[in-house]
Nanobody, 120 residues
Framework: QVQLVESGGGLVQAGGSLRLSCAAS????????MGWYRQAPGKQRELVAA???????MYADSVKGRFTISRDNAKNLVNLQMNSLKPEDTAVYYC??????????????WGAGTQVTVSS
């Protein structure tokens, strides 16, 4: 199984940038697709970006062109570069396994997440 620890969140002004990092433990990391998810107040948790074990990427329409997901299988890391941030990006961000090409959201094995707050 995979254990996940997210970091890098914070408070930024609209138009700013943040880089989130997810450290994963577990021998199966490199064979899984990974994703970044977020949950805003009053909304369900949603997939915002995913990366296959081979490095292919996909993004939700709301973040496409602004966010970039990457992974380093040797270091068991998955990152999310967030540029041109908007107030509507405010949420708790989580990493987890993903089904590449699907909007599936895992039901368990979540880390604590990292808070991203964007002020106007």
């Amino acid at each position: 199984q995979v254990q996940l620890v997210e970091s890098g969140g914070g408070l930024v002004q609209a138009g700013g940038s943040l880089r989130l990092s997810c450290a994963a433990s577990g021998s199966t990391f490199s064979i899984n697709a990974m994703g970044w998810y977020r949950q805003a107040p009053g909304k369900q948790r949603e997939l915002v970006a995913a990366i296959s074990r081979g490095g292919s990427t996909m993004y939700a329409d709301s973040v496409k062109g602004r966010f970039t997901i990457s992974r380093d299988n040797a270091k068991n890391l998955v990152n999310l570069q967030m540029n041109s941030l908007k107030p509507e990006d405010t949420a708790v961000y989580y990493c987890n396994t993903a089904q590449y090409g699907s909007r599936w959201v895992p039901k368990g094995h979540w880390g604590a997440g990292t808070q991203v707050t964007v002020s106007s």
